[in-house]
Nanobody
Framework: QVQLVESGGGLVQPGGSLRLSCAAS????????MNWYRQAPGKERELVAG????????TYADSVKDRFTISRDNAKNTVYLQMDSLKPEDTAVYYC???????????????????WGQGTQVTVSS
């Protein structure tokens, strides 16, 4: 059974930093694009940052550019989100997402698959 387990959330003061981790128990982790989403109370879930399977392309929401950094370690099946200069409006539940489009890699075919973690709370408050 595939699991995505987030860790690293907590309470931090404005201007502080947190590092989220997402450990994936999934075969062929390097075939998945990995994303961080967040959902604040009363708001829709939004994409915060994404990194493609080989780490070659990274995207960020405008609201977190220059403050957050996404990275991945395919040898450890883990994706990270370094969050600096945190603001109260960053308060949300942060979710890890693994997303794979169907594709060939050499002679191997990989099917469509998508998984979500259970979420970790990040609260930015003084």
């Amino acid at each position: 059974q595939v699991q995505l387990v987030e860790s690293g959330g907590g309470l931090v003061q404005p201007g502080g930093s947190l590092r989220l981790s997402c450990a994936a128990s999934v075969i062929n982790f390097n075939t998945y694009d990995m994303n961080w989403y967040r959902q604040a109370p009363g708001k829709e879930r939004e994409l915060v940052a994404g990194i493609i399977s080989d780490g070659g392309r990274i995207t960020y929401a405008d609201s977190v550019k220059d403050r957050f950094t996404i990275s991945r370690d395919n040898a450890k099946n883990t994706v990270y989100l370094q969050m600096d200069s945190l603001k109260p409006e960053d308060t949300a539940v942060y979710y890890c997402n693994a997303d794979r489009q169907p594709h060939y890699r050499g002679f191997d075919y990989y099917t469509r698959a998508i998984y979500w973690g259970q979420g970790t709370q990040v609260t930015v408050s003084s």
